[in-house]
């Protein structure tokens, strides 16, 4: 049986039932039972955003500054993990993340991301740069400069202007939407030539799209629980 994108048909609507979910690393994430997702993984938050866009996107890429565009900020675990390696790499970042649909603070300060990862010293700004205005840019510490949008991916319009994107939206199951061949080639086109794009996902259907925008995709070792990731890159 070949697999398939179910038809982008409906459009999304984002559940008001999300509430803490202890995963398996201990970390923390978002469960919502209306739609039956999670922000991250059951085998555990911090493992897998570590892996899949630290280890797998950041680390493989040399670029200084590196422009990140996080497609799918959410509960700001990804960019919280890349501005401490940004700071302990004394690395120039500029991240800019779009979420249409933020988290509310209270929920951001109960999940407390910062405590779990043992720096209590950065909860108060974590917080302040999670509830920036539209549009609005901040620099925490030396190495690491922030912006944040409420656009979506399918509104994305920048040309070359990232080097790797981390695309960590909802499985294809439950938001066909994000994983079109539009949205592919959205991305394509805001990365510069040998930029790099990661995602957790490691379907089919998904590499096939990512080709067809463009990409050469490599499947890639995946986080606990998963046998594979894909990392797709903009040829130079
Ligand atoms: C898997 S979660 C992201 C997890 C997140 N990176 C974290 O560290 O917590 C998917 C995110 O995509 C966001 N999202 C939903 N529709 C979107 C759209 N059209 N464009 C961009 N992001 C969207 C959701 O609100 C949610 O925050």
Known sequence: MSERLSAPTTSYEHPADFSEYRTRDGSY????????????????????SFHVFIRMGYAATSAMPLRVLEVGLGTGLNMLLTWVEADLAERNVEYTALEPYPVPPALLAALDHP????????RATFLDLMALQEGATAQPSAHFRF??????????????AFDIVYFDAFGPANQPEMWTL?????????????????????????????????????????????????????PL
Not at 115 to 120: D, K, T
Not at 201 to 223: H, I, L, S, Y
């Open 29 to 48: 994430t978002l469960y919502s039972p209306l739609l039956d997702e999670r922000y991250h993984s059951v085998h555990g938050a911090v493992q897998e």
């Open 147 to 160: 912006q944040l949008s409420t656009r979506k991916a399918q509104q994305i319009e920048h040309i070359d």
């Open 182 to 234: 539009d949205v592919f080639q959205r991305m394509y086109r805001a990365l510069a030539p040998g930029g790099v794009l990661v995602t957790y996902c490691a379907k089919g259907v998904v590499r096939r799209t990512m080709q067809a925008a463009g990409f050469t995709v490599e499947r890639v070792q995946g986080p606990v629980g998963k046998k594979e990731m894909l990392r797709a890159t903009k």
């Open 115 to 122: 405590a779990g990862l043992e720096l209590p010293e950065r």
